[in-house]
């Protein structure tokens, strides 16, 4: 995808995470790896690209978004990685429901406003799901931490 590295900071391997709306797949894709798509006349799909970033302990990592929605990213409105080479990863998202990324690990420890919370982790796929409540004010930023 042409466009991704535009979107991606400079220290970026290449690689990226696919998810499916659909089918609620997550797909590894390695730099310069491409994945055939066939669909039938009618049918359509939505997938949600994102550039996957190394941190320094080696766990490879992509906020995906709020992954029922068709413009999942959309939700994502800021993302940071921990200073000086910490294992955490910030994320601000607008919106409720339930919010999709990709982790090489399981993650130790999710925050949403500094409140922990439950999550799960699907092993095969990589996939952190957590679930955001309805907030309270309208616009409102959820402020997401994972520990890595």
Not at 2 to 22: M, N, Q
Not at 33 to 49: D, G, L
Not at 127 to 134: C, N, P
Request: proline letters at 5%; aromatic letters at 10%; one cysteine or more.
């Amino acid at each position: 995808i042409d466009y991704l590295s535009t979107v991606a900071d400079d220290k970026w391997t290449g690689d990226a995470v696919i998810f499916s709306h659909l089918s609620g797949e997550v797909v590894y894709l390695p730099k310069d790896v491409s994945i055939p798509i066939t669909m039938k006349s009618r049918e359509y799909e939505v997938f949600t690209v994102v550039p996957v970033k190394e941190l320094p302990n080696g766990v490879k990592f992509a906020p995906i978004g709020l992954i029922k929605m068709l413009n999942s990213g959309g939700a994502v409105k800021e993302f940071s990685y921990g200073p000086n080479g910490s294992a955490n990863v910030s994320v601000k998202v607008r919106g409720c429901g339930l919010f999709g990324a990709y982790s090489s690990t399981r993650p130790k420890l999710i925050t949403v406003d500094s409140k922990e919370v439950d999550f799960s982790y699907e092993e095969e796929s990589g996939l952190v799901i957590i679930d955001l409540r309805v907030p309270e004010k309208e616009l409102y930023q959820w402020n997401i931490s994972i520990d890595i």
